[in-house]
């Protein structure tokens, strides 16, 4: 059994920066392991996701200023996000799965339990 735990949210103003961690419990080798978001009055969406090799692959929406990265040996997901804008008001998830087709479409067999991100200014 995977646990995942999200940190690293809060208030930022627009134009800054964010690191969210996600950290796991259990053995994640063999998982793709992904952000998502949810924004409030919409649906949750995929932003990135990357395996245990690497190889991140980002929604078209995320490309440019989202960066997924994995620390493998401490068992952390991490997400960086730049330039930071007020539509990046959310609650950001983790999740993993061992197929990628299930991650990107919603179904990660293991999900975290979110952080919020709220940018004002």
């Known amino acids: 059994q995977v646990q995942l735990l999200e940190s690293g949210g809060g208030s930022a103003q627009p134009g800054g920066s964010l690191t969210l961690s996600c950290t796991a419990s259990?053995?994640?080798?063999?998982?793709?392991m992904g952000w998502f978001r949810q924004a409030p009055g919409k649906e949750r969406e995929a932003i990135a996701d990357i395996g245990t090799a690497g190889g991140p692959t980002y929604a078209a929406t995320a490309k440019g200023r989202f960066t997924i990265s994995r620390d493998n040996a401490k068992n952390i997901l991490n997400l960086q996000v730049n330039n930071l804008k007020l539509e990046d008001t959310a609650t950001y998830y983790c999740?993993?799965?061992?197929?990628?087709?299930?991650?990107?479409?919603?179904?990660?067999?293991?999900w975290g339990q979110g952080t919020q991100v709220t940018v004002s200014s």
């Open positions: 999740a993993a799965d061992p197929s990628s087709y299930r991650l990107w479409h919603g179904r990660p067999t293991f």
């Open positions: 259990g053995d994640t080798s063999g998982l793709r």
